[in-house]
């Protein structure tokens, strides 16, 4: 080829720099998505639970992810209730689930938990994970919605283990307990008319439980501690 080599067209340095200068947002893109996957696989991650006893007994900050409807139904004492959907998104994605199936409920939850709704969501489980570094987070059954929001804040850095069997299995552990301590402990209940005295009875024993004066308040593990 006889052409001059300056007829063909030549990139410039200022060029090359306008053209790294585009690139510099997808680089940096791609090198924080790098940082952010190096972060999470060194994260010391804890294991999902069974233990449910030493959960009562050291009183572990517990996430209750349930809708408000379920949380206001049953509760444990000290828990906190951040749900994944609320009532109203429950109950389409319940019809959905009925009529279409599985999948279909998983993409309905998808489409009306997303964005700035989403985004909340998480802002509130990290204030509460923040405050909270020791918890365990749980849904009813230890099912799709606490999973979902395990892989949530673990992608946003935060472990956050859950508790194997849920709400679900954690009152049924709590009500075998109490069968079984019921049968091998003698059992006596205290009851009389208003002014008798029976508080100060009660105060006179070494194992007791004033259910009259836990009405207004919620039981805690310290008041079965020692049972």
């Known amino acids: 080829d006889h052409r001059d080599l300056h007829s063909f067209p ?14 510099r947002p997808v680089l940096l893109r791609a090198a924080c998505s790098v940082l952010h996957a190096t972060a999470l696989n060194s994260l010391p991650m804890r294991d999902d639970t069974r233990d449910y006893l030493s959960l009562f007994l050291n009183d572990t900050p517990l996430l209750d992810v349930r809708a408000p409807v379920e949380f206001a139904k049953g509760a444990f004492p000290g828990a906190a209730n951040i ?19 599985q999948q279909a409920a998983i993409d309905l939850g998808n489409k009306l938990v997303s964005g700035e709704e989403r985004e909340q969501r998480m802002r509130a489980w990290q204030q509460w994970w923040q405050a909270n570094p020791n918890g365990y987070l749980y849904c009813f ?21 859950l508790i194997t069997g849920g709400y679900k299995a954690l009152r ?14 003698p059992l006596e209940v205290l009851c009389g008319r208003t002014g008798c005295a029976k508080t100060r009875v009660i105060e006179q024993q070494a194992n007791a ?19």
């Open 10 to 23: 030549t990139r410039r340095s200022s060029d090359l720099t306008f053209q790294a200068f585009q690139r």
């Open 83 to 101: 749900s994944l959907i609320n009532d109203d998104e429950r109950h389409q994605i319940g019809i959905c689930y009925k009529q279409q199936g």
């Open 141 to 161: 059954r230890g099912g799709l919605r606490s999973q979902t929001t395990q892989a949530w804040l673990r992608e946003a850095g935060i472990d956050a283990p």
């Open 172 to 185: 049924r552990f709590l009500i075998d307990e109490m069968e079984a301590c019921i049968a091998s402990l």
């Open 209 to 227: 439980i004033d259910l009259a004066d836990r009405k207004s308040t919620r039981l805690n593990s310290s008041h079965f501690a020692n049972l």
